[in-house]
């Protein structure tokens, strides 16, 4: 699998030097592109055919992309990434990925891996502690970050997280329409699960490690009410908690942030003790056989 790694940190500081009524086009047709397919099966237009309508521009800002005339928080943004070498972090984690998924017969659907490693708003990825990932289509993971000494550290286990959303949709259809929260909760906790073999328990993310082991019990007896609750809509109110469902117009299930990835990690770490597998076992697992085998529900 041929691995393309987007040079983003040269991109962006072309754009910051744009006059602002530029940048939305350069953002489009060139930063965006190479990710047309991506956003095309998602249904978002690289540009909308009406003024101010949805496409990649409106989507990348509610998925807590740098609006792009933030040129001041952009600048020292792309400084500190640049300081860490951060590119290189980025080619040796992809490419230990690889190498783990070659060592234990995994594969990805599709030929070549495209990444890109893009600028965050540092408010509205506040809950996430300033970064967070998408890798939900064969073939593409782009990671938002804003940097801090918090997240820094932690961006080879995103990666990682991501990577494996890559590999386990090589192994089973999404619908948004029938994704039920069981099914959601098994694709998180398999992928956070990954990174943890990989990078260890000091790296996890804040979606699984944040919550008080109140909060957990509480929602492991919530979320295992629901584990048939189906449509992507629902479905989030159970994964991202309250907060961000209100935000998104879900309705609330009375829930922590990120509660569903704390349960669905909780999940699959009790499955694979309990049935003595590794996540490389667990990853072709379906998500039934993680559900009854975890004996949590």
């Given amino acids: 699998m041929k691995l393309i790694v ?12 744009m006059p602002e009524g530029q940048r939305a086009d350069y953002f489009r047709y060139t930063m965006m592109k190479p990710f047309e397919r991506m956003w095309n099966l998602m249904n978002i237009p690289l540009k909308a055919k009406q003024t101010g309508g949805y496409d990649v521009l409106m989507a990348s800002q509610m998925l807590g992309f740098l609006d792009v005339v933030k040129t001041a928080a952009g600048l020292q943004s792309l400084q500190e990434l640049k300081s860490r070498h951060i590119t ?14 070659r060592k234990y017969d995994l594969h990805v659907a599709a030929q070549e891996l495209r990444f890109g490693l893009y600028l ?8 996430q502690k300033g970064y967070c990932g998408f890798g939900g289509i064969p073939g593409f993971i782009q990671v938002t970050i804003h940097p801090n000494a918090y997240n820094i550290p932690r961006i080879p286990a995103v990666i990682a997280h991501e990577f494996h959303h890559n590999i386990r949709f090589s192994y089973m259809d999404w619908d948004y329409g029938n994704v039920t ?26 979606w699984v490690s944040s919550m008080s082991e109140a909060d957990v019990r509480r929602s492991m ?19 991202f908690g309250d907060e961000i469902a209100i935000s998104q117009g ?14 669905g990690y909780r999940t699959v770490q009790s499955f694979m ?5 590794t996540i490389y076992e667990a990853t072709r697992c379906s998500a039934v056989e993680i559900l009854n085998g975890s004996r949590l529900f």
């Fill in 221 to 239: 007896e919530v979320i295992g009410k629901a584990l048939d609750v189906k449509g992507f809509g629902e479905v989030s109110s159970y994964m």
């Fill in 273 to 277: 003790k309990e049935q003595g597998c």
């Fill in 88 to 101: 290189g972090v980025v080619v040796n984690t992809l490419h230990t990925c690889v190498e783990v998924m």
């Fill in 250 to 263: 879900y309705q609330p299930a009375g829930l922590a942030p990120f509660a569903g990835y704390t349960v």
């Fill in 120 to 127: 965050a708003d540092e408010q509205k990825l506040e809950l």
């Fill in 181 to 206: 929260v069981g099914d959601y909760l098994i694709i998180e906790g398999l992928a956070e699960s990954f990174a943890r073999e990989l990078y260890g328990d000091d790296l996890l993310g804040p």
């Fill in 6 to 17: 987007e040079n983003t940190l040269e991109q962006y500081e072309k754009l910051f030097t």
